[in-house]
Antibody, heavy 119, light 106 residues
Framework: QLVESGGDLVQPGGSLRLSCAAS????????MNWVRQAPGKGLEWVSY????????YHADSVRGRFTISRDNAKNSLFLQLNSLRVEDSGVYYC??????????????WGQGTVVTVSS | DIQMTQSPSTLSASVGDTVTFTCRAS??????LAWYQQKPGKAPKLLIY???SLETGVPSRFSGSKAGAEFTLTISSLQPDDFASYYC?????????FGEGTKVEI
């Protein structure tokens, strides 16, 4: 199970930190991602982190503003959102990659946390 | 970036119909393709991985296939619970990319 938190209403240029608590599986075995969905729109991949946290990737739209991280000791995934823009608004999902290597489909999704960027 | 072109954007169908929608990748993604179902206000749910493997617990009326660069999701005998949006996604190379989605309507 994945449970996100931290979503909120924030002004443009502001910051947020999203958290995702994992349970029911061995968190440090799995690669993790964040995926977002703007209101009424499709799915957009945001960020990836390897199981040990040593490799990360971000979408071009958020690179330099968002940072993904994890704490395997606390079974937690994070996304730091800085310099937020109106177009960053949406539901943010914490997502687990399956076990196939080198990469796999997203087999477990959290319920999502809502980020609203507005003045 | 690998572009995923999904069609149609909307599909009207009835209970019992067999429906098919497609996803085309702009370059080779081997079999690194997944299909997800999403209902309004809910998180997406994995249906198919590795182009044609059925996720555990997903009804067998869902199937996936590949022909060249085109991937297909077929729902046989559409059920009321199947009216939703469906997305394809490639996980061959970063950035992971999704298709625009297909909404299945009554």
């Amino acid at each position: 199970q994945l449970v996100e938190s931290g979503g909120d209403l924030v002004q443009p240029g502001g910051s947020l930190r999203l958290s995702c608590a994992a349970s029911g599986f061995t968190f440090n075995f799995y690669e993790m991602n964040w995926v977002r969905q703007a209101p009424g729109k499709g799915l957009e991949w945001v960020s990836y982190i390897s199981s040990d946290g040593n490799n990360v990737y971000h979408a071009d739209s958020v690179r330099g503003r968002f940072t993904i991280s994890r704490d395997n000791a606390k079974n937690s995934l994070f996304l730091q959102l800085n310099s937020l823009r109106v177009e960053d608004s949406g539901v943010y999902y914490c997502v687990r990659e399956g076990e196939l290597t080198p990469h796999d489909a997203f087999d477990i999704w959290g319920q999502g946390t809502v980020v609203t960027v507005s003045s | 970036d690998i572009q995923m072109t999904q069609s149609p954007s909307t599909l009207s169908a009835s209970v019992g119909d067999t429906v098919t929608f497609t996803c085309r990748a702009s370059e080779s993604i081997t079999n690194s393709l997944a299909w997800y179902q999403q209902k309004p206000g809910k998180a997406p749910k994995l249906l198919i991985y590795k182009a044609s493997s059925l996720e555990t617990g997903v009804p067998s009326r869902f199937s996936g296939s590949k022909a060249g660069a085109e991937f297909t999701l077929t729902i046989s005998s559409l059920q009321p619970d199947d009216f939703a949006s469906y997305y394809c996604q490639q996980y061959q190379s970063f950035p992971w990319t999704f298709g625009e989605g297909t909404k299945v309507e009554i």
